[in-house]
């Protein structure tokens, strides 16, 4: 069973900067690089969107509109962990970060082609 697991949630002010982690645990034997990442999150009463996603064969990232320019995402193959790097945080960011794990394409963020996800990390952006 494939467990990821994401950190680095906080509550930071606006113009604030965050790294968030997800890492696979050793125990899923799963090596990230060779599969798709994504990052979504869920703000309180909204639907939940993608924000980036990763894909290393070939290298590949995509971001969402709302975040393009501010967040990046990257991956640790030695440490087996995919980041978030999110800069210049709004209040609209406020929101539950979830990485999630497709291991077949990486050409969108429909939710059903991801089939495991961490429990997510909580990320607050006061103004």
């Known amino acids: 069973q494939v467990q990821l697991v994401e950190s680095g949630g906080a509550s930071v002010q606006a113009g604030g900067s965050l790294r968030l982690s997800c890492a696979a645990s050793?125990?899923?034997?799963?090596?990230?690089?060779?599969?798709?990442l994504a990052w979504f999150r869920q703000a309180s009463g909204k639907e939940r969107e993608g924000v980036a996603r990763?894909?290393?064969?070939?290298?590949?990232?995509y971001y969402a509109d709302s975040v393009k320019g501010r967040f990046t995402i990257s991956q640790d193959n030695a440490k087996n962990t995919v980041y978030l790097q999110m800069n210049d945080l709004k209040p609209e960011d406020t929101a539950m970060y979830y990485c999630?794990?497709?291991?077949?394409?990486?050409?969108?963020?429909?939710?059903?082609?991801?089939?495991?996800w961490g429990q997510g990390t909580q990320v607050t952006v006061s103004s």
């Open positions: 990763i894909y290393n064969v070939p290298a590949t990232t």
């Open positions: 050793e125990a899923s034997g799963i090596m990230l690089r060779s599969n798709c």
């Open positions: 999630a794990l497709r291991t077949y394409g990486c050409g969108d963020f429909h939710e059903s082609w991801f089939r495991y």
